[in-house]
C-alpha cells in the first residue's frame, strides 16, 4: 500500500473508532438521561400513552384520568378538589411537567417503575391496557377539607401530623390552584398556567412546606424545652430569675412584653400562659447561642424535611447576643415552615420522641397487590419524657386559662401555644397569626397542628393567633379525633 492510502485507511479508521466510541456512550452512559429528559417529547407521550395510576386518600381516589382528542397525548390528569389537594398532589400538566407527589411517585403513577415490571410483561401477553399503580397517601380527608374551608379566603397553610407516627394528616395552603386547569396542552392551559405564575399571591406556593414565617411566640416552646433540657429550670412552677423590666443584653432598649402581665419573676408555667418575652428572652441568653441552636436543630430546624416532598430549612440562627434573645422569643431570623412547628407540637406531644414526618404510606401495583409500606421511623428525641410531660402542662394551661382558650375542645385534653409575629421593616405589615397544639385522647395524642395566617381582612388590632389561628387548629383536630370513632 503506498503512502496516501495508507493515510487514507488510517483516517477511515479513526472515524469508525469514533463513531463506536459515541455510539456506546450515548447507548450505556446517556441513554436513561436522555430518555427522561423533559425536552424529550417521547418521553411525555408515552407518560400520558395509558391511564395514570391514582393518589388515594381514605382508600378513595382524589385524582382521575381523562381521554384527550386531537392531540398525541391520549390522556391527561384530573382532580376531585383539586384546589384542596393541590398542596399534596402538585401537578401532572402534558405541558408543564410535574411536581410533589406527581413527580415523585411517577414511576409507580405511570407504571414505568422497576418494581412493576411484571405487571407490565403480563400486560403484554394479556393484551389487557397498561395502567399506573396507586400511591395510598396517610393524608385524613376530614382534617384536610377542615384545613383548607377553615383558612378560607385568607393566606396561609395548615400543617397536621399524627405524633405516634409521624404521619402527616393534613397539608393545606391557600390561596391554591386547581392543577386540572392546565393539566392538557392547549391554548387555555397556557392561559391558565401563565394567569397563576403571574398572581402576586403565590397560589402554587406550598405554604405549608415551602415559606418560612418568623415563629413568634410559638417558638418559645423551643426556648422552654432549652430550659428544661439544659438544667436551667427543673421546676415549671418555681420563680424564674426575670426582672421585669428585662434589658437586652449589649443594648439600651428593654424588650417589651404585649402589655402589662405579670411577667415578673414569672414561672416557666406562668411565663408561657401570659407568653412573656422577658422571662424567654432572658432564657434564651442565659442559655447562650450554640445551645439554643443545638436544641432547635433536635426539633428539625436547619436541615430540609422530606416526606418525600421536600420542605425548606427551618432557620435557627447562628448570632449575636441581642439577635440570640430575640430569637428565642420567635423573632429576629428565626424562621420556621408550618411543617416544622407542627413537628415541635407533637414532639411535645409524643412525650419527646419526634418522629419522620411521612405521607405516602402504601405503593400498590395495578392489580393492588402492596409493593411498598412506609416503616415509621424516629427523627429525634429533642425531650426527655419527663420534661416533654413538664411542657405538657405548660401548653395544656395555656388552652386552659391563657390565650389559646378559643382551642378548646370538650372532653378533650388540648394543649397549645399562640404567636404573633411581627413582619416586615419595623412590624409595618400585618403581622402573622399562629397557633401550634395537640389533642389527647385515651390512646395517646392523635394530631399535633399548626397553623399561620399570613393577612386577613381584620385589623391590624384584632390580629392574633389565639383569634385566628386557633379556632382552624381546633377544627382540624375535632376532625381527627371524630374520624377515629
Known amino acids: ?58 382508600g378513595k381516589s382524589i385524582t382521575g384520568s381523562a381521554e384527550t382528542k386531537g392531540s398525541d397525548f391520549k390522556y391527561k390528569r384530573v382532580w376531585k378538589d383539586g384546589p384542596m389537594w393541590a398542596p399534596v398532589t402538585g401537578y401532572s400538566s402534558q405541558a408543564f411537567g410535574a411536581t410533589q407527589l406527581e413527580n415523585l411517585e411517577d414511576g409507580i403513577l405511570t407504571g414505568n417503575d422497576d418494581q412493576l415490571f411484571f405487571n407490565r410483561t403480563m400486560s403484554m401477553f394479556t393484551g389487557e391496557e397498561r395502567t399506573g399503580g396507586n400511591v395510598v397517601t396517610t393524608l385524613n380527608g376530614a382534617a384536610q377539607k377542615a384545613a383548607f374551608e377553615g383558612l378560607g379566603d385568607k393566606k396561609g397553610a395548615v400543617a397536621a401530623l399524627d405524633p405516634r407516627t409521624g404521619a402527616i ?24 398556567w401563565q394567569s397563576l405564575k403571574d398572581d402576586k399571591n403565590k397560589p402554587m406556593l406550598n405554604r405549608a412546606l415551602r415559606e418560612t414565617y418568623p415563629p413568634g411566640s410559638t417558638f418559645k416552646v423551643v426556648t422552654a424545652a432549652a430550659a428544661l433540657e439544659n438544667g436551667l429550670y427543673d421546676d415549671i412552677d418555681e420563680d424564674t430569675k426575670s426582672p421585669l423590666p428585662w434589658r437586652l443584653p449589649q443594648s439600651t432598649d428593654d424588650l417589651p412584653n404585649e402589655g402589662s402581665i405579670p411577667c415578673k419573676n414569672a414561672s416557666l408555667r406562668q411565663a408561657l400562659r401570659y407568653s412573656c418575652n422577658t422571662v424567654f428572652g432572658k432564657i434564651s441568653d442565659d442559655l447562650g447561642n450554640q445551645k439554643m441552636i443545638d436544641e432547635a436543630g433536635k426539633f428539625g430546624f436547619n436541615k430540609e424535611i422530606f416526606t418525600p416532598v421536600r420542605s425548606n430549612a427551618s432557620v435557627y ?17 428565626n424562621r420556621a415552615t408550618p411543617l ?61 386559662e391563657g390565650t389559646g382558650t378559643n382551642a378548646q375542645i370538650p372532653n378533650v385534653t388540648v394543649g397549645g401555644k399562640t404567636g404573633t409575629a411581627q413582619n416586615g421593616l419595623n412590624n409595618k405589615g400585618n403581622p402573622y397569626a399562629w397557633f401550634i397544639s395537640y389533642a389527647k385522647t385515651d390512646n395517646g395524642s392523635p ?31 375535632k376532625a381527627v379525633i371524630d374520624s377515629e370513632k
Do not use: W
Open 447 to 477: 394530631v399535633a397542628v399548626a397553623v399561620v395566617v399570613e393577612d386577613s381582612s381584620a385589623t391590624r388590632e384584632n390580629i392574633s393567633g389565639g383569634g385566628l389561628a386557633a379556632p382552624i387548629a381546633k377544627a382540624v383536630m
Open 317 to 333: 440562627p447562628e448570632d449575636n447576643r441581642p439577635q440570640n434573645a430575640m430569637a428565642g422569643i420567635g423573632q429576629a431570623s
Open 340 to 400: 416544622q412547628m407542627a413537628m415541635v407540637a407533637s414532639a411535645v406531644a409524643n412525650d419527646g420522641k419526634l418522629m419522620q414526618p411521612y405521607m405516602v404510606a402504601e405503593r400498590k401495583a395495578p392489580n393492588l397487590d402492596v409493593i411498598y409500606t412506609h416503616e415509621k421511623e424516629e427523627f429525634s428525641r429533642p425531650l426527655s419524657a419527663e420534661n416533654a410531660q413538664k411542657l405538657q402542662e405548660m401548653m395544656e394551661t395555656v388552652v386552659k
Open 169 to 192: 394528616l393534613a397539608l393545606a395552603s391557600t390561596p391554591s390552584y386547581d392543577p386540572s386547569s392546565f393539566a392538557g396542552n392547549g391554548v387555555s392551559d397556557s392561559k391558565a
Open 1 to 58: 500500500m503506498n503512502k496516501p492510502l495508507r493515510r487514507i485507511a488510517i483516517f477511515c479508521g479513526v472515524l469508525i473508532f469514533a463513531l463506536l466510541a459515541r455510539t456506546n456512550y450515548l447507548q450505556y452512559v446517556k441513554a436513561d438521561a436522555l430518555n427522561t429528559r423533559d425536552e424529550n417529547r417521547r418521553v411525555r407521550i408515552e407518560r400520558y400513552a395509558h391511564e395514570r395510576g391514582n393518589i388515594i386518600v381514605d
